[in-house]
C-alpha cells in the first residue's frame, strides 16, 4: 500500500500542478498577452496546471535588482518553493546579465523546480533539459575555483611585498588603556564604547597573552 501511495505521489509531481508564467514587455515585438496566450497552450498540450501567471510591464520594470516587480514576487515564489515549474518565452526576460540569469537558474535547481524557456528550446522535465542544471553546477564549482586561486595569488603577492595581513594592530596605547579599564571591573561594551573600538578588539586585546 505504501509502494502505490509513493507512485501515485510521484505521478502527481509528473503533472507540474503548479506551473507559473512569467511575461515581460521586450523588444522583439512579442507582447505579454502574445507570450502568455503561446505558454498556456503549450501548457495545455503537456498536460501542465497553470497556478500563478506573473507580467510585468516595460513601464513597471525596476531600476534596481529586480526585474520588475512580478518578478520579484515570483522569485520569492520559487524561494518558498511554491512551484513545480516555470515557463518563460524567452531567456532575456529572465535576468539583465547572465549573473542575475545564472544566480536565478541556481535558486530553481535548489528548490528542484523545473524551467521551460519557448524560444531556445528548454525543458528541465526531460533528461536533456536537466543537463542544463548539471552545467550550471560545473560552471558554479569554476566560478568558486576561480575566486580562491585569486584570492590565494592575492595574499601572496601581499605577504611577498611585505604587507601585514588579517586586522590592523591596535596601537599599544590602546591595548595598555583596554587592560588597565578591564582591571578596574568595567565591561567589554563599556570599554569598546569610552575608547571608541570595535568589541571584537577589545576582546581580542583581553584574550591576547601578556
Given amino acids: 500500500m505504501e509502494e502505490k501511495i509513493r507512485f501515485a505521489a510521484g505521478n502527481i509531481s509528473k503533472k507540474r500542478e503548479r506551473v507559473a508564467l512569467y511575461a515581460k514587455s521586450g523588444t522583439d515585438g512579442q507582447t505579454t498577452e502574445d507570450q502568455l496566450h503561446e505558454l498556456r497552450k503549450i501548457a495545455d498540450q503537456k498536460g501542465w496546471q497553470i497556478a500563478r501567471e506573473f507580467v510585468d510591464q516595460s513601464t513597471s520594470l525596476s531600476k534596481g535588482r529586480g526585474q520588475g516587480p512580478a518578478f520579484d514576487e515570483m522569485f520569492n515564489g520559487v524561494k518558498r518553493g511554491d512551484f513545480d515549474l516555470i515557463m518563460v518565452w524567452n531567456v532575456d526576460r529572465l535576468g539583465r546579465s547572465l549573473r542575475q540569469l545564472i ?15 519557448n524560444k531556445q528550446g528548454v525543458d528541465t522535465t526531460t533528461p536533456a533539459g536537466k543537463m542544463l542544471f548539471q552545467m550550471l553546477d560545473v560552471f558554479a564549482g569554476f566560478e568558486r575555483s576561480m575566486i580562491q586561486e585569486r584570492v590565494k595569488k592575492g595574499l601572496k603577492e601581499a605577504k611577498n611585498r611585505g604587507q601585514r595581513l588579517g ?18 571591573g568595567k565591561g567589554i561594551r563599556r570599554i569598546a564604547t569610552e575608547l571608541r573600538v570595535g568589541v571584537s578588539t577589545v576582546m581580542r586585546v583581553i584574550d591576547k597573552p601578556l
Fill in 103 to 117: 544566480s536565478f537558474l541556481d535558486e530553481l535547481h535548489s528548490k528542484n523546480i523545473d524551467l521551460f524557456i
Fill in 167 to 184: 586586522r590592523p594592530r591596535v596601537p599599544f596605547a590602546v591595548e595598555s588603556k583596554i587592560r588597565e579599564l578591564r582591571s578596574t
